[in-house]
């Protein structure tokens, strides 16, 4: 076991955030804690991270056990270059690598097996710790992230409050814990950012927990859920669909067996009191009195299938053309990109691609709060929209959550208002809180509620699903599957839209690409495209002048082969160097190469012969 709570319970004042939970952490196990805004996942995390202490129960760890979690991650001085600072990450690794180049010193006077067993030992840990690929390492990392190499050039100080955050979450992957702790890895991330961070969770040679609501990311990197629900913790094994149909099932079951012993609860009682006055059955009362106070009884599931239901339904239908696009350029001071396209009644274009390159942009255009730098774009007959903005700027502060809806639809009675409100979870006093009091969630619920009510045909959504738990966003997926209205939408999360989209605009490198296709083609089209190029490329090949192509290849092969030549020269000196000769794992690891260098040249030189006979012919 490498990390283990036992019984542990965490209050605030009155209130219960979780009690006498067990959560175990095994091996190199990759686990999720799920459960609804405010459960308590975070503060989970922060008591893992020794934040935050538990206000009861036991830990158990392993002995020097590492825990790497992005709040604790700091720049020890933001006047250093971005290199020095992430490569305090490898400080171990440049140890070890100094005491490696020492010990080699020594080995050219004293060849005992004492300081050669030292060196293998150092040699097999600095291995271990990357110490061959760290440069490597930090470079994939930190430009993957979105940084540019000049960038490890230049003072952490000199960079936006939420580039410092990106360069912590860099420097917390290459520190490389015992136990990683990424509490919503995915926000604010591009998909292909996403999907590589993805494979690096997946392929993490040790422990990971993480809080998550992008439920193709929890799918495809977890293999343990912990549930958080009303402050009871439960483990499924399996990812995240396992989990929820694993729930599912167990609810269902737990919800019919409850039934089943309430109602034979009910009969036994109603036989006790019917029977229990009698003189020839009191002992018969007696005994089911008993059977009933020996009874195990099952709990009533108390699962929160609380969500949100909307229904957004068009006033109009509106022109079947929604949107017409032509030679759009969009940007502020410099040019993003150069959009041309044309969206139709009823469909569900999801805009992607890399941060910055002009998405969320093109939705401001439309809304004319950003001005086109050239082009145009028309909407089409009777087309009114409904615009979501993921900044959630548009609400006076000042306002409770009852006026700020009936400020905007005053039409409406009190009764209609506050059942809107209640369609989106606003019950009660909630509809007396002031908007600046409203968590992010909610806010973007309360943007929903007026969207429904606007009834737009042409919905243009920027990131909806942002601050939404995993319940909402599928009640928004559920709400927006049943539209029959047109939408344009900005998203990172995958999920959402291979479940909306039948078209994807793809915006980068300056320019836009239209795909009808939903997003599951979209993402098999590279695939198909790769072969057709492929397919192309050797079609093409076949047309060249064979005398002229085997020409050049015999001349490339020359070329190689001189090249490999000098290199196993190379390579065979190294045999008469001090550093090699005393160390038979080094000797070896060269003799290997110098196999490996000598193979190739004998494959050129078959090739060469092959080309060379071609060409005589």
Request: hydrophobic share 35%; charged share 30%.
């Amino acid at each position: 076991m490498k990390y283990q709570i036992h019984k542990g319970s965490k209050y605030f004042g009155a209130n219960t955030v979780f009690e006498d939970i067990q959560f175990e952490i095994r091996n190199t196990e990759k686990i999720a804690i799920v459960g609804r805004n405010g459960c308590g996942k975070t503060t989970l995390l922060k008591a893992i991270a020794e934040v935050e202490p538990l206000d009861k129960g036991d830990i158990h760890k392993e002995n020097n056990l590492t825990i790497g979690y992005l709040a604790q991650t700091t720049f020890e001085n933001e006047h250093a270059c971005v290199k020095e600072e992430l490569e305090t990450a490898f400080a171990k690794v440049k140890r070890i690598g100094k005491q490696l180049e020492e010990i080699s010193e020594q080995m050219v006077y004293d060849h005992s097996e004492t300081i050669l067993n030292k060196y293998a030992n150092l040699q097999q840990q600095y291995e271990d710790l990357g110490g061959y690929t760290y440069h490597s390492d930090m470079m994939t990392v930190f430009t993957k992230f979105g940084f540019q190499e000049e960038d490890l050039k230049r003072e952490v100080a000199t960079f936006s409050g939420g580039q410092k955050t990106r360069l912590a979450f860099v420097k917390l992957l290459l520190s490389k814990p015992d136990i990683l702790l990424l509490d919503e890895p995915t926000n604010h991330l591009d998909i292909e950012t996403i999907e590589w961070l993805e494979g690096y969770v997946k392929r993490y040679p040790k422990a990971v927990v993480l809080v998550s609501h992008d439920r193709m990311f929890l799918d495809d990197v977890v293999d343990v859920v912990y549930e958080l629900e009303y402050g009871v913790m439960r483990r499924y094994p399996g990812n995240y669909t396992n989990y929820v149909n694993t729930k599912k099932s167990d609810v269902e079951q737990q919800k019919s067996a409850y039934a089943r012993q309430q109602k034979e609860i009910q009969h036994m009682e109603e036989l006790i009191e019917k029977f229990r006055y009698k003189k020839n059955k009191a002992a018969f009362a007696q005994s089911k009195i008993k059977y009933l106070e020996r009874m195990d009884k099952i709990e009533d599931p108390n699962v929160d299938e609380k969500r949100f239901h909307a229904r957004f339904t068009p006033r109009v239908r509106g022109g079947k053309r929604v949107l017409e696009v032509k030679d759009l350029t969009i940007g502020y001071d410099l040019p993003l990109c150069t959009i041309t396209c044309d969206i139709l009644q009823g469909e569900k274009v999801a805009i992607i691609g890399p941060n910055g390159k002009g998405k969320s942009t093109f939705l401001k255009t439309l809304m004319e709060q950003v001005s086109p730098l050239s082009g145009e774009f028309l909407f089409g007959h009777q087309i009114e929209v409904g615009y979501f903005d993921q900044e959630l700027a548009q609400f006076d502060t000042n306002n409770t959550v009852l006026e700020e809806v009936w400020n905007d639809f005053s039409e409406l009675n009190r009764t209609e208002v506050r059942t809107a409100l209640g369609c989106f979870l606003f019950s009660g006093e909630d509809v007396f809180k002031t908007v600046d009091c409203l968590s992010g969630g909610e806010k973007v619920r309360l943007s929903f509620v007026k969207l429904m009510l606007s009834h737009p045909n042409f919905l243009m959504m920027d990131e909806p699903t942002n601050h939404l738990d995993l319940i909402g966003k599928e009640a928004l997926e559920d709400a927006l599957c049943d539209y029959e209205g047109t939408m344009l939408f900005v998203s990172h999360d995958r999920y959402f839209i291979s479940k909306l989209a039948t078209a994807v605009l793809v915006i980068d490198n300056g320019k836009a690409t239209y795909y009808p296709m939903r997003y599951q083609e979209y993402m098999h089209k590279d695939e198909e495209h790769v072969q057709a190029v492929k397919a192309v490329e050797k079609k093409e090949t076949k047309k060249v002048d064979r005398g002229i192509h085997y020409d050049r290849e015999v001349k490339k092969l020359e070329k190689k082969i001189a090249e490999k030549e000098k290199e196993l020269e190379a390579l065979r000196e190294l045999r008469f160097d001090p550093e090699y000769y005393h160390d038979y794992q080094k000797m070896r690891d060269l003799d290997d190469k110098i196999d490996d260098v000598h193979n190739e040249i004998e494959n050129f030189m078959k090739k060469w012969e092959d080309y060379s006979e071609k060409l005589e012919q």
